[in-house]
């Protein structure tokens, strides 16, 4: 296990924190809120499916709610239509809590639970759209996005946005730097956070490299308080002497270690080559910007990907 991920489960451990696992009928899920209850870091709340839970593994540890036996579900309707502004019938919501990723979703919304981890069997857009529908994304942030820990040995990185917005704009650049410097904070990083394109402080000039160009200066104008540069190179965010030749007098250049990418074809094979050749263990996809905690699992992960995002997760709750 990732000493970033034995940190994390310290700073959690104690804290009474509730994670909603919506997938109950999945070995992977059950296998992981079993070991978090058992290691009692924290309470996982297992939603019933049509499917049964599987027989093998002691919940006792667990909460279990099943949408077609709760007490509160004529509540969890009338919230789900109020929050919906009229999008909703009553009839529809009723219809639509039975989903295991509503019903997980409407139980953060309405401070029944601190987080919500799904997508081993489901797809992004099942697991996410509930979340923008009901959680929706923070003040001042317009689009959620996905980025990874990546973790090798004593280095750890920020990279987004590798899983949700093909081609954002400047503005959303800018919310996905100023949101991954949190995020970095969150893992014990002090965030250098680098606008990546092919061009480096000017040297190439096309629509490309001037919305990131763009995305700087917005993201600038915040004043967030963290150091955000660009435009820049992958290696002149990276290695120091490059960075000082390319950007002198840049905070960030050569000391990046939260990295921006333009697009998410980069994004997506940027972290991927990571993993793959520099042997990097990426942790992720990590949802930022919305106002609670909701991840998304790739369908190929197994318990522990589970066991550690439902860990990240509950940082996260801290966090906001």
Same mark, same amino acid.
């Given at each position: 296990?990732?000493?970033?991920?034995?940190?994390?489960?310290?700073?959690?451990? @104690?804290?009474?924190?509730?994670?909603?696992?919506?997938?109950?009928?999945?070995?992977?899920?059950?296998?992981?809120? $079993?070991?978090?209850?058992?290691?009692?870091?924290?309470?996982?709340?297992?939603?019933?499916?049509?499917?049964?839970?599987?027989?093998?593994?002691?919940?006792?540890?667990?909460?279990?709610?099943?949408?077609?036996?709760?007490?509160?579900?004529?509540?969890?309707?009338?919230?789900?239509?109020?929050?919906?502004? @009229?999008?909703?019938?009553?009839?529809?919501?009723?219809?639509?809590?039975?989903?295991?990723?509503?019903?997980?979703?409407?139980?953060?919304?309405?401070?029944?639970?601190?987080?919500?981890?799904?997508?081993?069997?489901?797809?992004?857009?099942?697991?996410?759209?509930?979340?923008?529908?009901?959680?929706?994304?923070?003040? @001042?942030?317009?689009?959620?996005?996905?980025?990874?820990?990546?973790?090798?040995?004593?280095?750890?990185?920020?990279?987004?946005?590798?899983?949700?917005?093909?081609?954002?704009?400047?503005?959303?650049?800018?919310?996905?730097?100023?949101?991954?410097?949190?995020?970095?904070?969150?893992?014990?990083?002090?965030?250098? $956070?680098?606008?990546?394109?092919?061009?480096?402080?000017?040297?190439?000039?096309?629509?490309?490299?001037?919305?990131? $160009?763009?995305?700087?200066?917005?993201?600038?104008?915040?004043?967030?308080?963290?150091?955000?540069?660009?435009?820049?190179?992958?290696?002149?965010?990276?290695?120091?002497?490059?960075?000082?030749?390319?950007?002198?007098?840049?905070?960030?250049?050569?000391?990046?270690?939260?990295?921006?990418?333009?697009?998410?074809?980069?994004?997506?094979?940027?972290?991927?080559?990571?993993?793959?050749?520099?042997?990097?263990?990426?942790?992720?996809?990590?949802?930022?910007?919305?106002?609670?905690?909701?991840?998304?699992?790739?369908?190929?992960?197994?318990?522990?990907?589970?066991?550690?995002?439902?860990?990240?997760?509950?940082?996260?709750?801290?966090?906001?």
């Amino acid at each position: 296990m990732p000493k970033i991920i034995r940190d994390l489960k310290e700073k959690i451990r @104690g804290k009474g924190l509730r994670i909603v696992f919506p997938e109950s009928n999945d070995v992977r899920i059950v296998e992981a809120a $079993v070991r978090l209850a058992d290691e009692n870091i924290l309470t996982p709340i297992l939603i019933k499916t049509d499917k049964p839970i599987p027989s093998k593994y002691d919940i006792s540890k667990c909460v279990v709610y099943d949408p077609r036996n709760y007490d509160q579900f004529d509540e969890m309707v009338q919230a789900f239509v109020e929050r919906r502004k @009229g999008i909703a019938t009553v009839e529809e919501a009723r219809t639509l809590l039975l989903d295991e990723n509503y019903f997980g979703t409407m139980l953060v919304y309405l401070n029944q639970a601190d987080g919500l981890v799904s997508g081993a069997c489901h797809s992004t857009g099942e697991t996410v759209l509930p979340a923008l529908q009901i959680i929706k994304t923070k003040p @001042g942030v317009s689009r959620t996005f996905g980025y990874f820990l990546m973790v090798r040995n004593h280095e750890k990185y920020i990279f987004a946005d590798c899983a949700i917005n093909p081609n954002p704009t400047a503005e959303q650049l800018a919310e996905f730097a100023i949101e991954s410097a949190k995020a970095a904070e969150m893992f014990g990083i002090t965030p250098k $956070v680098a606008m990546l394109s092919f061009s480096t402080n000017g040297s190439a000039d096309t629509e490309e490299t001037q919305k990131v $160009v763009e995305a700087t200066k917005i993201a600038k104008a915040k004043n967030s308080g963290y150091d955000i540069d660009g435009e820049m190179q992958f290696d002149a965010a990276f290695v120091p002497n490059v960075g000082e030749s390319k950007y002198p007098g840049s905070t960030v250049a050569g000391q990046a270690n939260t990295f921006i990418f333009p697009d998410l074809n980069s994004g997506n094979i940027g972290y991927k080559i990571a993993q793959r050749l520099g042997y990097f263990e990426a942790m992720g996809p990590i949802l930022a910007g919305l106002n609670r905690p909701v991840n998304d699992l790739s369908r190929g992960c197994d318990s522990e990907d589970a066991y550690h995002t439902a860990i990240i997760t509950a940082g996260q709750a801290i966090e906001q």
